[in-house]
């Protein structure tokens, strides 16, 4: 992996962080079993961790636009940001936490397209 330099405020310069979701609350009976604590690792590679399907649709893309540097004007953290599965009944809160210490990306986008 290439060297990487340090950024202002002691992140690391870079793209894809790594993301984990840990499971925070449970209201209901969540039907895939989420219980408090639970972990899944996000590490723009692989899975670490289960998360249900209905659960891991819904996040996917917030998961993918915080990896590649995403914030969210309403968490207080740009960090850390808190959702909720889909199932208003059984509704399972996931708060989602960015590692910018290791991008798994650092060099330079460049355009998919030639010029």
């Given at each position: 992996?290439?060297?990487?330099?340090?950024?202002?405020?002691?992140?690391t310069k870079g793209y894809g962080f790594t993301?984990?979701?840990?499971?925070?609350?449970?209201?209901?009976?969540?039907?895939?079993?989420?219980?408090?604590?639970?972990?899944?690792?996000?590490?723009?590679?692989?899975?670490?961790?289960?998360?249900?399907?209905?659960?891991?649709?819904?996040?996917?893309?917030?998961?993918?636009?915080?990896?590649?540097?995403?914030?969210?004007?309403?968490?207080?953290?740009?960090?850390?940001?808190?959702?909720?599965?889909?199932?208003?009944?059984?509704?399972?809160?996931?708060?989602?936490?960015?590692?910018?210490?290791?991008?798994?990306?650092?060099?330079?986008?460049?355009?998919?397209?030639?010029?």
């Amino acid at each position: 992996m290439p060297e990487v330099e340090t950024a202002p405020k002691g992140k690391t310069k870079g793209y894809g962080f790594t993301i984990e979701a840990t499971v925070k609350s449970v209201k209901g009976t969540c039907g895939s079993g989420h219980k408090v604590g639970d972990k899944i690792v996000f590490d723009g590679h692989t899975v670490k961790g289960e998360m249900c399907f209905s659960a891991l649709l819904h996040l996917l893309p917030i998961i993918h636009g915080l990896a590649w540097g995403a914030e969210f004007p309403w968490d207080e953290d740009e960090d850390v940001s808190v959702w909720c599965c889909p199932d208003p009944e059984n509704l399972v809160t996931f708060e989602l936490r960015r590692d910018r210490s290791k991008p798994w990306y650092v060099k330079k986008p460049q355009s998919p397209c030639p010029p």
